[in-house]
């Protein structure tokens, strides 16, 4: 296993990091636990998770991926382990968090206080916001449009109500997702401004068919010191090739069509199959190639991998050993200039 520093922290952590978001929904206890020894006995020490998981959303099962997580690690040396949870931003329709999920004090406190009782610990090493409480397009949406934008909470009021919480103890370092270069910049600017903790990372989709975080948030996330944790590294999927022998392959897709609908899109397919023939052709299982070539990349600080059994876990984590050729990345570079980010 390689490690990399974690942003502006003195946290290494591995550069695989065990995503857990089927936990209670595609896998019981028992897979979870089972997921979670194999990863650390590979030399993971990296767990992200968040109070909405698992996914899909529901009232009935939210809260039971982090529960999962926390009937494991109160067995486990807690200081040997890094473990992210996330704060559900304003509701997408979960009026059963919170009675409708904001990123205001009020809501932060409970959220967290929620994560450490199920997560069965005292404090998390990573804090994120699971998405901006302003409008943002996200999810499939990349155009802005300010006839969108709503009522917000502050970013100085979400900073300093977060900031309360590592004064407290409860929570190490913090992070963005699913934000934007303006958003990074300004809780970067308000932080140094005010003399608060700085934001450490940015959890944001990243994968061969959408790689628009290499237009902004690279330099910026460069320079303000933060680092990427890649989410997404499969586009559900996709990249494993999966879809393309079996359109009705099991997996999130088929089971939660909705998810899938930013990656059915025309270029999306074809340069789905296109990424999918470099990698047969080169020796490499696609998802070998998909996941070498986000844990590659200067900026990536963690590449977070999610499976559905240990046979797929095998394979993803396996993907640390694999390094690319010269020869394979100029192709992939000329699949991208073809399709340039057809899933964002």
Known sequence: MEYKRLGNTDINVSSICLGTMTFGEQNSEADAHAQLDYAISQGVNFIDTAEMYPVAPRAETQGK?????GSWLK??????????????????GFT??????RVTKAHIQEAINGSLERLQTDYLDLYQIHWPDRYVPMFGSSSYDKANEHNTESIQHQLEALAELVKAGKVRHLGLSNETPWGVCEFQRLSKQLSLPPIATIQNAYHLINRTYEAGLAEVCHHEKVGLLAYSPLAFGHLSGKYIDDPKASGRITL????????????????????VQIARESGLTPTQMALAFVNSRWFTNSTIIGATNLAQLQENIASINVHLSA???EKIEAVHLRFPNPAP
Do not use: C, H, M
């Open 256 to 275: 939660f069509p909705a998810f899938g609908q930013r990656y059915t899109k025309v270029n999306a397919q074809n340069a789905t199959q296109a990424y």
């Open 75 to 92: 067995n486990q040396q807690r200081d040997k382990l890094i473990v992210a949870s996330k704060i559900t931003g304003p509701s997408r």
């Open 96 to 101: 059963w968090i919170r009675g409708g999920p």
């Open 65 to 69: 991926t982090e529960s999962y997580i």
């Open 327 to 329: 020869e394979v990345l």
